[in-house]
T-cell receptor, first 114, second 111 residues
């Protein structure tokens, strides 16, 4: 597609429920990144996929968070047993080949855990 | 961990004035990038400067990089109300292509 697409744009969920956030990167971009941004804060790195390499999961805050990227394209970030502190905007970005070129970000998913 | 730290945290200026934002970082980098964010959603890539470059221009944007001081500055000349946004610096550290972002500078340009 023309840009990075994220869905849903907004998600309200009850504490303890599982959620899935989707990211559809730019076609042909081999690198995909997930970040989260709490209100008024900077971006916190979560996970990075590059081609067929093992993902860099070093930013995932707990084992309730997981992500996969199927077929080198669409990625899903899953949060199990959501907590109120998970409330944030989850941003996905892709880049052509992960060699330090600029990222293209999606518009994010605003997750609210009530 | 936080790599880039922007300064100031907030900046308010009048339309037509120049805006300067600074970024400091801690470790060696491959490149440094500046992004803009409106309304707390997606970020837009503005400019990238590599570690062997000292200055770069793009339209009304001027970025400098001083690797000896581990700092960068973003200058927006002749600001417009539409430049109102948060601006983030991000660094790609040696050996990794993931970007580490600072907390940003919130710029307000008053008409």
């Amino acid at each position: 597609g023309a840009g990075v697409s994220q869905s849903p744009s907004n998600k309200v969920t009850e504490k303890g429920k599982d959620v899935e956030l989707r990211c559809d990167p730019i076609s042909g971009h081999t690198a995909l990144y997930w970040y989260r941004q709490s209100l008024g804060q900077g971006l916190e790195f979560l996970i990075y996929f590059q081609g067929n390499s093992a993902p860099d999961k070093s930013g995932l805050p707990s084992d309730r968070f997981s992500a996969e990227r199927t077929g080198g394209s669409v990625s899903t970030l899953t949060i199990q047993r959501t907590q109120q502190e998970d409330s944030a905007v989850y941003l996905c970005a892709s880049s052509l080949d992960g060699t330090g070129t600029g990222y293209t970000f999606g518009s994010g998913t605003r997750l609210t855990v009530v | 961990s936080q790599q880039g730290e922007e300064d100031p945290q907030a900046l308010s200026i009048q339309e037509g004035e120049n805006a300067t934002m600074n970024c400091s970082y801690k470790t060696s980098i491959n490149n440094l990038q500046w992004y803009r964010q409106n309304s707390g959603r997606g970020l837009v890539h503005l400019i990238l400067i590599r570690s062997n470059e000292r200055e770069k221009h793009s339209g009304r944007l001027r970025v400098t990089l001083d690797t000896s001081k581990k700092s960068s500055s973003l200058l927006i000349t002749a600001s417009r109300a539409a430049d109102t946004a948060s601006y983030f610096c991000a660094t790609a550290q040696g050996g990794s292509e993931k970007l580490v972002f600072g907390k940003g500078t919130k710029l307000t340009v008053n008409p």
